[in-house]
């Protein structure tokens, strides 16, 4: 992660869990191809027995019809296109890659060009970080997207696959069902649980490994000051002005 994220972290006392649009993958949280093609037929047949109804609608009056194409068939192709996507929507990702060593592509990837810092921890330490919270699911990703077989019993299987071009993350994942659907969450974890080491990139100066194991000692003084956001890129508040009323004439 980058430095910004790794002191959220530590001030936060909280994991980020990230909706999966979040992430950057189109596919996240989408059926394989041969999957939706299977579902494809059976929902076919549904949909065939709805629209085996439209001739007593339209039996009935122009406005029953009415109601059934446009209420009841209008954007059900829509809906149902985006079921996956919606069903994705509703929780939310903790990525981890799994390694018995550094990769330099995930330094370069996802910590700030090669200047961030990666937490370690283990399977174990993780689960255990969450204090028995329910409803945490934690598995490893598989790189089998186009695998027609479905993995049954797997809560969020979903959420668990992904296409071989991403195989290089060797990632691990915990999910967790969002109380907001479509929006991250942080969720509280116990840090001194959770991780074993913090690696600093070898891309970084000595003062900013300084720096970031003051933080993590706890040795930071406080610096009791307003800290405010730059107003460099705020839009201005004034523009031209006219009144386009008509004039008033007198009598």
């Known amino acids: 992660m980058d430095i910004p994220k790794f002191i ?4 936060t006392r909280s994991l980020y869990f990230a909706c999966p649009s979040e992430l950057g993958d189109p596919y996240e949280g989408f059926l394989p191809k041969i999957q939706a093609n299977a579902l494809s037929e059976v929902t076919q047949r549904l949909v065939d027995d709805i629209l085996s109804w439209r001739p007593d609608f339209a039996a009935k009056s122009v406005d029953s019809l009415a109601m059934f194409d446009n209420r009841m068939m209008g954007d059900l192709q829509t809906r149902i296109r985006g079921a996956s996507a919606k069903a994705a929507a509703k929780f939310g990702v ?7 060593h550094e990769s330099d592509a995930m330094w370069k990837i996802y910590a700030a060009s090669g200047k961030g810092v990666a937490v370690e921890s283990t399977v174990e330490n993780l689960k ?7 409803g945490i699911q934690i598995d490893a990703v598989r790189y089998d997207f186009d695998d027609p077989v479905i993995e049954k019993g797997h809560k969020h299987y979903l959420l668990f696959q992904k296409r071989k071009c991403f195989e290089h993350e060797k990632e691990l994942r915990a999910t967790i069902l969002l109380p ?7 969720v509280p974890c116990d840090l001194d649980t959770l991780v074993i080491r913090v690696w600093i990139s ?6 900013v490994r300084d720096a970031i194991e003051a933080l993590c000692l706890g040795t930071v003084e406080p610096l009791p000051k307003p800290v405010m956001r730059s107003q460099i890129l705020t839009r201005p508040d004034y523009g031209i002005q006219v009144d386009v009323r008509p004039k008033a004439v007198p009598a």
């Open 8 to 11: 959220s972290l530590l001030t």
């Open 94 to 100: 903790s990525c981890w890659h799994i390694n018995e």
């Open 128 to 134: 255990a970080s969450f204090g028995g919270r329910k």
């Open 180 to 186: 907001d659907e479509g929006r991250g969450m942080p």
């Open 202 to 207: 070898p891309l970084l100066e000595n003062y």
